[in-house]
Nanobody, 124 residues
């Protein structure tokens, strides 16, 4: 079992930055994939970025490339999502998720563990 806790959400004006963190605990001895997803009410959950802890390979959805950076802090067992140049359309509930092994495509059904989510609101 892996437990995930997100933090760092909040409200910011367009063009601003936020940093989300996903702290993992439990059975985290093996290499696993951490993904960040976002979801608005009534919409499907969308993959944003992922990182494989085995080789730090990262992936991003096109809409956030060049603006978001996913990174790992081994000492804190944390994966962060630095979000820069935020836009109103980035407003969503953001979730981190985990699965053992390499990262699959951005499909939430492949992830086994989920955090509770943190709200990001970007005003124009």
């Amino acid at each position: 079992q892996v437990q995930l806790v997100e933090s760092g959400g909040g409200s910011v004006q367009a063009g601003g930055s936020l940093r989300l963190s996903c702290a993992a605990s439990g059975n985290t001895y093996w290499s696993y994939c951490i993904g960040w997803f976002r979801q608005a009410p009534g919409k499907e959950r969308e993959g944003v970025a992922s990182l494989y802890t085995g080789d730090i390979k990262t992936s991003y959805v096109d809409s956030v490339k060049g603006r978001f950076i996913i990174s790992q802090d081994n000492a804190k067992n944390t994966v962060s999502l630095q979000m820069n140049s935020l836009k109103p359309e980035d407003t969503d509930m953001y979730y981190c998720a985990a699965k053992y092994g390499r990262c699959p495509v951005f499909n939430p059904k492949f992830f086994d563990y989920w955090g509770q989510g943190t709200q990001v609101t970007v005003s124009s």
